[in-house]
């Protein structure tokens, strides 16, 4: 291979591609887009509905309902506003009894509660709820009853919420806390216990995450455990994660176009008349590498100022972004090759098109597994994905972002599969590019493609 | 030492065999004219001497060498199928190539290229501005900077106006001077008789002449009669001793049988018609071209005509 042939090419389609409208707009627009969607919603989340919540309660105990309508009241009291500006940070919960459900049973039951659907559907409530007459005392479940067959709910020893809301019900999550205290205090009272006296019986105590103790390897001090946040723990691996994928495929997408452009235009062969067909399929990845360490870059730089103005730069580890690097390079060096490789079988720029998913898989598939992996960083499924090359640099990546990190020996396995994998797909790439890439009319079959790729 | 030496080289696609065992020496120095039909094999052939493709038999060496890849620095070639990328302006896009293929600025020589070729003035505009001919001019200059050792041209007179093409001739003629080794292919037999040192025809992927001028027109000898006579074309047809005769208009040429005596067609020509002028020669190339690729039901149409 003669590198200068490489290096001019590389040189041309880089400074051809950073120049287009298209690239510029790009980097100008992605990050707008994305900014402006956090402060669209941060705007919004500053502005929230501060409608009335209005609840129906059919409450068959006669004391749970009285346990939750005081607490919204406590609630209310305490949260609605800000105490220094008066002004109303979050909407009321309001809570009726609706006695007249409460009373009812069997059929009579089901007409109160459509008449109590029926005003959720004209918008006078947002749900009711129902409270089953034995939740105190739930009767004990039948003994007889067969393993593996689904056990029914009894309704009499449950509580029902019913709404035609969507979305994330705040009021439902609220409820919880209040319900089962309200049952606890009753169940207390039953007892004798004085409740209003011993409120440390039902206070709640929150469970703060922390990071491990580490000692200092040069000082030998221990440092204390740090306060770890839901941003740290998530938003930061995903972030990362999200912006390989976006760089990756701003990087390698336009190489398919590209490509078949050259391939269309009746420019190929004037290049093959000067480089080989590894050497003008090598240029062409390096240049597109080179556009998405330009546009990378840009972006790094960008994400670090945003996190040091908003105050969260400490929760940036730091380590990670070598390897960001790395996995970054090696990606765009698979995706490259094998959208020059799918380019040089295409004809028109709709043949280009069609395939353009096919080449996005790497990029896409990982997406769907990004909650598993965050939920189990370290289970079976999340090591043995991320340890499949065309997965492996978002799903490592994802993984070493994560505050438990990932046992040493991973990312250099990764690595090493990944670089293997990515020399492979240059190889089995540049022997379809040399077959297709003077070839017109039809695009090839899958099978075609991998016989070229094997026997070249 | 020989500029390209072909031996036994098969290319095939599919079913189809476009290159069937074809051997060929191209001299250093020389102009080699590639003519045959569409789809006989001639680009092909130039593909695989440019080592875009791969012959599935035989050997290609280039000054020697027997791996092309060594020598493609020293190859200028001009594709068929023109394409230039539209967006960049003719200076940058000649330093583009010229540096692709030798590794180190061009500037210079695209600025003598550019005055030789009268397109210095559009050095600056961006290629989708040019015209058909202009573009074919700068793909020219691609190919020829820096100067090759060898250069391939597959049809580089198409479509170019009588100047322009006056002017790629007078280059390629230059080059050769310089001790460049030409090879182009044409459909222009007029050009390839004028022109080259050596022609070869190849037809359904096989070698059918390969020479000088002179010595294919030897091996079909004198079996051409150019005549003019008064009155049209009917008065020469049905003459005893020819196979074929085409109207060129003012001049018809007849193709004698093998073995027919001229003066016998003279006296059979002067017995109907007035003849103005009678000339024995050897026939075109353009006719040996026809009488190659010629389908042979239509060559028996023109004898019994």
Redesign the interface.
């Known amino acids: 291979m ?1 590198t ?2 490489v290096l ?2 590389a040189k ?1 389609d880089y400074i ?1 591609t950073v120049r287009t409208k298209a690239f510029i707009f790009g980097l100008v627009v992605a990050p707008v887009l994305f900014g402006g969607g956090s402060i669209g919603m941060s705007f919004l989340t500053g502005k929230p509905d501060l409608k009335d919540r209005h609840v129906a309660i059919a409450d068959h105990t006669g004391v749970v309902g009285e346990a939750v309508v005081s607490a919204a009241r406590e609630k209310n009291g305490r949260e609605l506003f800000d105490k220094k500006t008066h002004r109303q940070l979050l909407p009321r919960y309001t809570f009726e009894i609706d006695a007249a459900a409460a009373a009812n049973t069997g059929a009579k039951a089901n007409g109160e509660l459509l008449a109590l659907s029926d005003r959720v559907r004209r918008k006078e409530l947002v749900a009711f709820l129902e409270i089953g007459k034995d939740v105190l005392h739930p009767p004990k479940p039948a003994e007889d009853s067969d393993e593996g067959t689904t056990k029914k709910t009894d309704p009499n020893a449950s509580v029902s919420y019913y709404t035609n809301a969507g979305g994330i019900d705040e009021i439902r999550m609220w409820l919880n806390g209040p319900i089962n205290d309200g049952i606890r205090m009753a169940r207390l009272a039953e007892l004798g216990i004085d409740v209003k006296r011993n409120k440390d019986l039902t206070a709640s105590i929150p469970i703060e995450g922390l990071s491990l103790v580490e000692r200092d390897v040069k000082t030998g001090e221990v440092h204390e455990a740090r306060k770890r946040s839901e941003l740290e723990g998530f938003l930061v691996p995903f972030g990362l994660a999200m912006i390989l994928a976006m760089i990756v495929m701003v990087g390698s997408a336009p190489m398919l176009q590209n490509v078949t452009q ?1 391939k269309s ?12 067909p590894f050497e003008l399929m090598t240029g062409k990845v390096l240049g597109s590498v080179g556009v998405s360490v330009t546009s990378s870059l840009l972006y790094v730089i960008a994400g670090a100022v945003a996190v040091n103005v908003m105050g969260v730069a400490g929760l940036l580890p730091l380590s990670i972004i070598p390897w960001f690097y790395i996995y970054l390079l090696a990606d765009v060096v698979m995706l490259c090759s094998f959208a020059a490789a799918l380019g040089a079988c295409c004809s028109t720029p709709q043949d280009a098109q069609n395939l353009a998913v096919v080449l996005l898989l790497p990029c896409i598939l990982p997406m769907f597994m990004l909650v598993t992996v965050l939920r189990q960083p370290n289970g079976t499924i999340a090591t043995v994905m991320s340890l499949i090359p065309p997965f492996t640099p978002i799903l490592m990546l994802l993984r070493q972002a994560m505050p438990n990190g990932v046992p040493a020996w991973q990312p250099w396995v990764g690595l090493v599969c990944v670089l293997a994998f990515a020399i492979g797909t240059v190889w089995a790439a540049s022997r379809i590019f040399r077959v297709a890439i ?1 070839m017109q009319g039809k695009p090839p079959q899958l099978a075609e493609m991998l016989r070229w790729a094997m026997k070249g | 030492m020989d500029a390209v030496q072909i031996s036994h080289v098969t290319r095939t696609f599919g079913n189809v065999t476009a290159v069937d065992d074809l051997s060929l020496i191209v001299p250093q120095g020389s102009i080699y004219g590639f003519i045959g039909p569409n789809g006989s094999g001639k680009t092909t052939t130039m ?1 695989m001497i ?4 791969y012959p599935d038999s035989g050997e290609i060496r280039l000054f020697g060498n027997s791996r092309p ?1 060594n020598s ?2 020293l ?5 068929e ?8 302006t003719v200076q940058a896009l000649l330093e ?2 010229g ?3 030798s ?1 180190r600025g061009v500037k210079a020589e695209v600025a003598t290229w550019l005055e030789r070729l009268d397109l210095a003035n559009r050095a600056s505009d961006k290629v989708e501005t040019l015209s058909k001919g202009m573009s074919q001019k700068v ?1 020219f200059i ?2 020829v900077i820096p100067e090759p050792k060898l250069l ?1 041209l597959d049809e580089p007179f198409s479509g170019l106006d009588p100047v322009s093409a006056d002017a790629i001739r007078s280059a390629l003629l230059d080059l050769r001077r310089h001790g460049v080794t030409v090879i182009l292919s044409t459909h222009d037999m007029n050009l390839a008789e004028t022109m080259c040192d050596y022609i070869f025809m190849i037809f359904r992927g096989r070698k059918v002449l390969d020479g000088t001028l002179a010595s294919i027109q030897d091996q079909y000898g004198d079996d051409t009669i150019r005549v003019t006579v008064s009155g049209d074309v009917a008065t020469v047809q049905n003459l005893a001793g020819v196979n074929q005769i085409r109207d060129l208009g003012q001049v018809q040429e007849l193709r004698l049988q093998r073995g027919a005596d001229p003066q016998e067609v003279l006296r059979a020509l002067v017995a109907q018609a007035r003849v103005t002028s009678f000339s024995l020669m050897k026939p075109s190339l353009h006719d040996i071209f026809i009488r190659i690729a010629e389908p042979p039901d239509l060559e028996a149409k023109h004898a019994n005509a």
């Open positions: 003669r200068h042939k001019t090419i041309r051809a050259d235009q009746r420019i190929v062969e004037t290049l093959l008349g000067a480089a080989s003077l | 593909r440019v080592n875009i493709f890849e493609s620095d190859i200028g070639y001009l594709p199928e023109r394409g230039l990328y539209q967006k960049m583009f190539y540096e692709l293929r590794g793909q691609a190919a391939i």
